[in-house]
C-alpha cells in the first residue's frame, strides 16, 4: 500500500511537471508560429511530439527520454545485462541478415586498413549477408568514400556507404525543406556535394575558412536572410567567421534549423592519435545559439530507419558493428537490433568494463577479424 501511495505521489508531481514544461512548450508565439510554419513534427527532433503536446505526462516523459543528443533512454530505467565476450562468431552471423559497420576504428584507423578486414568481409559476402557501412564522418560524400574503398583493396559499392553527410541532405528531403531556402554550411566538402545532389542551395562551407573578422567600432555582420537551416559537421577550416554567422542564422532567422551531422567528441584523423572530432564544432554553435542541434547521424535512428526502409530489412535481423558505445552501439540498440562492440578503435576493455559504464552492447570482441578465428575454433 505504501508503494501505491508513493507511486501516486510520484505520478502526481511529474504529471505536475510535465504540465509546466508543456505550457512553457507551447504557450509562447514563437512555439505557436513555428508549429504553424513547419507543421511537420520531425522537425522538433522527435516524430510524435506535436502529438503528445496535448498529454503533458506524455510529453515530460518521452522528453525526458531523450538526453542532449538525442539518444533514446529506456523508459523503466532499467539495466541492461553485461556485455559477454564473442564465442561462437557463427551462431551470431546465422542469426542475422545484415551486417552494418563503422568505418572509423572497425574497418581503418585513418588511412590505414585494420587487420583482417577484406578476408572477413568476404566470408561475410559468401555466405549471403548485406553488408552495409554507415560512419559519422561528414567530410566525404557517398562517392569519395566509395574511393577511399577503392585505395584500400575493399570492393564496395556507393549504395551500401551510409555518411552523415549524406544524412543531412536526406532528411531535407524526407521533411521536404524548401528548395527556395538556402543551407549554410560549416563543414567540409562531403556535406556540399551531397546537398548539390539533392538540389539544394548551399553557402559556406570550406571557402569561408579563410574569412576573418574586423571588429572595428560599430561593425555589424549581415547574414542571408534566406537561410533556413545550419548543417554543422566536422570542418578542419572552422573559425569565429563561421561560429558567428551560423549563430546570426540560427539565431534570428524565423524557422531556421539547426542540424548537427553528429556530436562525436573525437575522431581518427591518422592511426597515431584521437583528434577532435565533430562534436567540437556543433558545441561552439550551442554555446552561442543556446539551442540543441537535431542530430541525423549516429546514434539517432534517423539512419537506420531509412536503411531499414530503403532496403526492406527487419531491425531484427541487423547487427551494428561499431568501437564507439555512446554512437555505434546506442545507434543499434536504438533502432532495436543485435550489437557488437570491437575493440579496435576509441572503446577499451576497461572502460567497457567501467561501473560508470551503463551501455552495454550484446556482444564484444577484439576485431571483426575474430569472426574468423573464432569460426575456425567452433569448427
Known sequence: EREREGERKMLSTTSSRAASISATLFSSPSSHRLLQKNPNPSLFGHKQICTYASNPLTLFVNLRCYNKRNVRMSPNFSTRASAQQLKNADELIDSVETFIFDCDGVIWKGDKLIDGVPETLDMLRTKGKRLVFVTNNSTKSRKQYGKKFESLGLNVNEEEIFASSFAAAAYLKSINFPKDKKVYVIGEDGILKELELAGFQYLGGPEDGDKKIELKPGFMMEQDKNVGAV?????????????????????????????????????????????????????????????????????????????????????????????????????????????????????????????????????????????????????
Open 231 to 379: 548543417v554543422v559537421g566536422f570542418d578542419r577550416y572552422f573559425n569565429y567567421f563561421k561560429v558567428q554567422y551560423g549563430t546570426l542564422c540560427i539565431r534570428e532567422n524565423p524557422g531556421c534549423l539547426f542540424i548537427a551531422t553528429n556530436r562525436d567528441a573525437v575522431t581518427h584523423l591518422t592511426d597515431a592519435q584521437e583528434w577532435a572530432g565533430g562534436g567540437s564544432m556543433v558545441g561552439a554553435l550551442c554555446g552561442s545559439t543556446q539551442r540543441e542541434p537535431l542530430v541525423v547521424g549516429k546514434p539517432s535512428t534517423f539512419m537506420m530507419d531509412y536503411l531499414a526502409n530503403k532496403f526492406g530489412i527487419l531491425k531484427s535481423q541487423i547487427c551494428m558493428v561499431g568501437d564507439r558505445l555512446d554512437t555505434d552501439i546506442l545507434f543499434g540498440q536504438n533502432g532495436g537490433c543485435k550489437t557488437l562492440l570491437v575493440l579496435s578503435g576509441v572503446t577499451s576493455l576497461s572502460v567497457l568494463q567501467s561501473p560508470s559504464n551503463s551501455v552495454q552492447p550484446d556482444f564484444y570482441t577484439n576485431k571483426i577479424s575474430d569472426f574468423l578465428s573464432l569460426k575456425a575454433a567452433t569448427v
